[in-house]
T-cell receptor
Framework: EAQVTQNPRYLITVTGKKLTVTCSQN?????MSWYRQDPGLGLRQIYY???????DKGDVPEGYKVSRKEKRNFPLILESPSPNQTSLYFC????????????FGDGTRLSIL | AQTVTQSQPEMSVQEAETVTLSCTYD???????LFWYKQPPSRQMILVIR??????QNATENRFSVNFQKAAKSFSLKISDSQLGDTAMYFC????????????FGKGTHLIIQP
């Protein structure tokens, strides 16, 4: 089954404790990205990757890192999480470009205390 | 920079009625793509419909159709014969035709279908 898998689905942690949210897709997609969703703000792009070893900042990259060592994986790293990063996070992928339908993961609810 | 505006934070209609969700956008691009995504209480993001700006014909998918007015920069979603399962957040989204930029989303409209 074609899918984008995010882990964990839920996480409660404390300020400053490094965490990684994993994202994996099995569709051989080149384009992958991360979004955060906050009430009243819709979804905003954090980082994206056009292909292996190619990443770039989206609209709200501060406080986040990503890597794309393999085509299927695109982890989101919070080196020193802060409460303002409490949010719902989505990973998405598409074949090549964002004008093609995006496949979204099921979301990760992060709470930073 | 592009902006997407959804002016209706919440709407409520009776089952079987037709409802229209509004979306306007601002861009200087000539080639771009527009989308409507549905987010039910399960939080999944589900693509409802996609429109290419250079195509004048409005996209349709079963009970879902759009009214795309390029000159007015308007992209409304019409849901016919609404069903209880249509209850969800609906997001309008924009991306330029070049394809590297991500999706720019509106703030969403919470649609409630009443039995």
């Amino acid at each position: 089954e074609a899918q984008v898998t995010q882990n964990p689905r839920y996480l409660i942690t404390v300020t400053g404790k490094k965490l990684t949210v994993t994202c994996s897709q099995n569709m051989n997609h080149e384009y992958m990205s991360w979004y955060r969703q906050d009430p009243g703000l819709g979804l905003r792009q954090i980082y994206y990757s056009m292909n292996v070893e190619v990443t770039d900042k989206g609209d709200v990259p501060e406080g986040y890192k990503v890597s794309r060592k393999e085509k299927r994986n695109f982890p989101l790293i919070l080196e020193s999480p802060s409460p303002n990063q409490t949010s719902l996070y989505f990973c998405a992928s598409s074949l090549r470009q964002t004008n093609q339908p995006q496949h979204f993961g099921d979301g990760t609810r992060l709470s930073i205390l | 920079a592009q902006t997407v505006t959804q002016s209706q934070p919440e709407m409520s209609v009776q089952e079987a009625e037709t409802v229209t969700l509004s979306c306007t956008y601002d861009t200087s691009e000539n080639n771009y793509y527009l989308f409507w995504y549905k987010q039910p209480p399960s939080r999944q993001m589900i693509l409802v419909i996609r429109q290419e700006a250079y195509k004048q014909q409005n996209a349709t998918e079963n009970r879902f159709s759009v009214n795309f007015q390029k000159a007015a920069k308007s992209f409304s979603l019409k849901i016919s014969d609404s069903q209880l399962g249509d209850t969800a957040m609906y997001f309008c989204a924009f991306t330029p035709g070049g394809g590297a930029d991500g999706l720019t989303f509106g703030k969403g409209t919470h649609l409630i279908i009443q039995p």
